[in-house]
T-cell receptor, first 116, second 112 residues
Framework: ETGVTQTPRHLVMGMTNKKSLKCEQH?????MYWYKQSAKKPLELMFV???????ENNSVPSRFSPECPNSSHLFLHLHTLQPEDSALYLC???????????????FGHGTRLTVT | LAKTTQPISMDSYEGQEVNITCSHN???????ITWYQQFPSQGPRFIIQ???TKVTNEVASLFIPADRKSSTLSLPRVSLSDTAVYYC?????????????FGTGTSLTVIP
């Protein structure tokens, strides 16, 4: 148990489907992140939320739509995806130190997405 | 954003000390250096973080020279379970900071 829970662990969807990935953190953190990791590639940052406000959108296509209703929950809504979107989608969170800086990233186990 | 450069891959025998160096020539004054470990199909895990000189914890040491243009992660007496990808991140830890961009990482293989 990492403190960051992602569901589902595996997802297979067709290109015309709509699905959502869910992330929940139990660490009291105030920042949450979505990353995409394709096979044998580094992590690509997708979105950053600080205190529920989106602060980074790393040129992600509109078929990926994030939602952060509160500091503990983060969703990634998916629609009309392409086969090349198949990847491991990782959620992370970070908190704030007593000095006001950010703590290291804490990752979930990820959702393995396959688009057929 | 400080760019980092690491070796693509490294091999080591069990029981040896492994040193992985990361170059970050344009590191900024407010930037910290953080290392993560990632096993296949899992999220990265925090290993160690530092600003200057040397930091040591129960799993690794981090050496940072005075000019801070590079850093070296040292793993003592590696075992097969240390086979993983190791990422070096450099960035500002402030509330509006940017230490969440990952580079290519170093794939470490520990050989029996």
């Amino acid at each position: 148990e990492t403190g960051v829970t992602q569901t589902p662990r595996h997802l297979v969807m067709g290109m015309t489907n709509k699905k959502s990935l869910k992330c929940e953190q139990h660490l009291g953190h105030n920042a949450m992140y979505w990353y995409k990791q394709s096979a044998k590639k580094p992590l690509e940052l997708m979105f950053v939320y600080n205190f529920k406000e989106q602060t980074e959108n790393n040129s992600v296509p509109s078929r990926f739509s994030p939602e952060c209703p509160n500091s503990s929950h983060l969703f990634l809504h998916l629609h009309t995806l392409q086969p090349e979107d198949s990847a491991l989608y990782l959620c992370a969170s970070s908190g704030t130190t007593m000095r006001g800086g950010k703590t290291p990233l804490h990752f979930g186990h990820g959702t393995r997405l396959t688009v057929t | 954003l400080a760019k980092t450069t690491q070796p693509i891959s490294m091999d080591s025998y069990e029981g040896q000390e492994v040193n992985i160096t990361c170059s970050h020539n344009n590191i900024a004054t407010n930037d910290y250096i953080t290392w993560y470990q990632q096993f296949p199909s899992q999220g990265p895990r925090f290993i160690i973080q530092g600003y200057k000189t040397k930091v040591t914890n129960e799993v690794a040491s981090l050496f940072i020279p005075a000019d801070r243009k590079s850093s070296t992660l040292s793993l003592p007496r590696v075992s097969l379970s240390d086979t993983a990808v190791y990422y070096c991140l450099v960035g500002d830890l402030g509330v509006g900071g940017n230490q969440f961009y990952f580079g290519t990482g170093t794939s470490l293989t520990v050989i029996p």
